[in-house]
């Protein structure tokens, strides 16, 4: 199966379960993966036929910019949710990164794989 990606997409938010977090904004970064057959496009060469990576990263920033969970798993979540259902996105491979969260590591968070129910 091919895949579109989007890696290393910075997108600052409102996050954390500390009080302290609540009056900040943190970078967090989000990598990408979802499941699209890349031949349609490529038969094409029209981008109205692609799983548009500018459309579904702009989406994202517009919805995590103005997030406030507490948790990455929540955030992560939701926006495995805005691809499937928005971009009609078969299968997503998310992984959502904190970096400088915890001293001494230099990325945590979560990583998941979603797919389309029936
Ligand atoms: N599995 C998780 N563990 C932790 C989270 C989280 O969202 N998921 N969050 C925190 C704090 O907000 C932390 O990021 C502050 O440094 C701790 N553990």
Redesign the pocket.
């Known amino acids: 199966m091919d895949h579109v990606f989007i890696e290393g997409l910075e997108i600052e938010a409102l ?4 009080d302290w ?1 609540r009056r900040i904004r943190q970078p967090l970064v989000f990598d990408l993966e979802m499941a699209f057959d890349n031949r349609v496009p490529a038969a094409s060469d029209d981008i109205a036929h692609t799983l548009d990576y500018k459309a579904v990263s702009k989406r994202l920033i517009d919805y995590v910019s103005a997030s406030e969970f ?4 929540t955030l992560a979540e939701r926006c495995a949710a805005i691809v499937i259902e928005e971009f009609k996105v078969e299968r997503v491979r998310l992984k959502l990164s ?1 970096p400088g ?2 001293r001494g590591a230099r990325a ?1 968070g ?1 990583s998941i794989e979603r797919t389309r129910r029936a």
């Open positions: 996050i954390g379960i500390y977090e507490g948790l990455v798993e904190k969260a915890v945590v979560v």
